[in-house]
T-cell receptor
Framework: GQNIDQPTEMTATEGAIVQINCTYQTSGFNGLFWYQQHAGEAPTFLSYNVLDGLEEKGRFSSFLSRSKGYSYLLLKELQMKDSASYLCAVRDSNYQLIWGAGTKLIIKP | ETGVTQTPRHLVMGMTNKKSLKCEQHLGHNAMYWYKQSAKKPLELMFVYNFKEQTENNSVPSRFSPECPNSSHLFLHLHTLQPEDSALYLC???????????????FGPGTRLTVL
């Protein structure tokens, strides 16, 4: 079967750096997405990786290793507003999105 | 400001009620989706419409009935729901490229549904 694994919950301190990991086993691969979802709000698109390597976008970076079936989202200079759930999703060979259950990130002062 | 809107934002209904959820996208996309989001579970894809044609129905119970009158509007009609149907229902849209699949999906804020 197809599977996406990510930690259920993480806690970090304001101003610090946190890395949220995502491992996947899917039927083929056509890209990996990260979304941010604040409580009671819409998931919003953060990043897309289809080739190996690091994609940097301001305080957020996303890394992909296709051979390892692994990605991470790196958040730097954490702010209280970064408290949210972070969803990892992989597009398989049929271009269907397979979703992880999300990682709830708690930022403490 | 989101390009995908959903109404109502909150809905409480009894098991014998009939209600409808509405979604509208202002992004010019040609594909729309209904998802169910339950606590600590992955998003569950319910229905997909591409070019107004339903292309996917992931074994969703018949008490959920979708309708897509045009590429900008999507409805989910609800009838005789069960308490386990209580969840956040999310609508999304994307641009489907023939032969290449769908581009990034953009979500609405969801409808929080409680079935008593």
């Amino acid at each position: 079967g197809q599977n996406i694994d990510q930690p259920t919950e993480m806690t970090a301190t304001e101003g610090a750096i946190v890395q949220i990991n995502c491992t996947y086993q899917t039927s083929g691969f056509n890209g990996l997405f990260w979304y941010q979802q604040h409580a009671g709000e819409a998931p919003t698109f953060l990043s897309y990786n289809v080739l190996d390597g690091l994609e940097e976008k301001g305080r957020f970076s996303s890394f992909l290793s296709r051979s390892k079936g692994y990605s991470y989202l790196l958040l730097k200079e954490l702010q209280m507003k970064d408290s949210a759930s972070y969803l990892c999703a992989v597009r398989d060979s049929n271009y269907q999105l397979i979703w992880g259950a999300g990682t709830k990130l708690i930022i403490k002062p | 400001e989101t390009g995908v809107t959903q109404t109502p934002r909150h809905l409480v209904m009894g098991m014998t009620n009939k209600k409808s959820l509405k979604c509208e996208q202002h992004l010019g996309h040609n594909a729309m989706y209904w998802y169910k989001q339950s606590a600590k579970k992955p998003l569950e894809l319910m229905f997909v419409y591409n070019f107004k044609e339903q292309t996917e129905n992931n074994s969703v119970p018949s008490r959920f009935s979708p309708e897509c009158p045009n590429s900008s509007h999507l409805f989910l009609h609800l009838h005789t729901l069960q308490p386990e149907d209580s969840a956040l229902y999310l609508c999304a849209s994307s641009q489907e490229i023939p032969g290449q699949g769908a581009d990034t999906q953009y979500f609405g804020p969801g409808t929080r549904l409680t079935v008593l």
